[in-house]
């Protein structure tokens, strides 16, 4: 409590203070309450209202500007780097429901494509959105589950440490750049990203919603025999689309569980993996079924949300994956020269064998990533 | 430079001032026609630090109330000196041309 401050006037206040960022209220709160004490003590009568608008405008301005420009910032919530100057910013989202932030971004970009693919064949889209809701909620527990990860990997990638504070490169570390290129990060990503803005459209286009008795406007969802045609595409092009990712697994998840072994055996005949590969892989299952379950269902033609509901949650799922697979093949690397995507900047320890030690490079503290 | 920010510097170029300090400061510069709003203060307090033109001093509690001191930076003062210059102008400027037309 501050002296010369009414404590329900001090209440108001702080309530008032939460417009300011997390960082701004740690550091200036208590000075805050001091000045409004010295303004009180030396005038009567000043306006509560007055000064509560006054902080609240003038912390949401300052969020405003302190906060990333849109484009950054959907970069950042990919798994991208802000420059320094959003260091403010990003501990203080580091320090809150940053899984919630990062899968409510990725469900509003879907939501995003899907309106405009519903204006541009301007035909109701309220299955697609409610589909990309719920397959936004169906992701939510890969985020929740990957939170702690999460914080510190983007602690990592800032080059900051678990406090936040930014770590100087180890005396007698030796540094070089080395070019490490992945091969399922880019794979997961592409399928990711095409079917995030590419489903909504292509789905949009391939039905003829005129040949649906029903519409939503009535509340009729069940589909009648008149779209047979076209459900039966629906269906075959799910299932070939879960057989396609089913291929993909096969050939991406097992190459990565063999770089985490081969970084932890180094030739010790060790099979097991360094750490667990996460939610990835049983992400990828759930894709996988209830993509076949959607086709099957459409094949029999029982519900159309059903396909929406299911292949509305792909696109943040696949993308989820791909962020994870890149992050993690940042971490592990190979030295396998591949055309289309590569990071420069991984810092190890100077070895004649670095797929043998990378691992061991990232795990002192104070190994730096630049 | 926007007005508040001006004021602001001003009320600090001639030594270290406390948040209420600056406040009452700045009515007595613009002599009484602005009073800045806490929230103002502060919001434009941490933006010229943050720009490099003021800095923190000190930090003292006084019958338990928490006041920090601030004062321009040489790059403040430079900014500050530069935006009365352009000011300066402006009012030569405005008065050469109202005693011309008189």
Redesign the interface.
Known sequence: M???LDPRYERRIRL?LRGFPKR?RAE?T??????????NA?RSGSSDL??MY??????W??RW?THPPLVRWLWYRLGGKLPPAYRGWLLDDLSGLIWLRSLSSLVAVQILATLAASWWFGEASFPFLLGTMVGGLLSSPLYWSRRRKWRRETLRRHGLDELGIPRPPAPGLTVRRVQYSYRAAPLFLSWGIALLVAFPIGVVAFLDWDRFPTSIASGGWLVTRDSTDHLWGIGVAALVLAALLFLVSLAAIPRLWWRMEAVAGAGSGRTDPIESTGAAPLLGVIAIVSLTFAGVMTLMILLLPAVVLAASGLGPCLVILGVAALRRERRTGSAVPMPFVRHRTVAQYANPNPRATLRRAFDPPDATLH | MREASYLILTAVADGER???GI??EIEAISLGRVTL???????AL??LHGEGLMEATR?E?V??????YYRLTPRGRSALLAEVERLEANVSAARLRLSGSA
């Open positions: 501050i002296a010369g008032a701004f200036r208590e000075e805050i309450l001091g000045t409004l004490a010295d303004a030396g007055e000064t006054d902080l609240v405008r003038a912390g301005a300052e500007r | 406390h948040g209420y406040v009452r709003g806490t929230g103002t203060l502060y919001g941490e933006r930090v509690v019958e338990g109330r928490t006041r920090r």
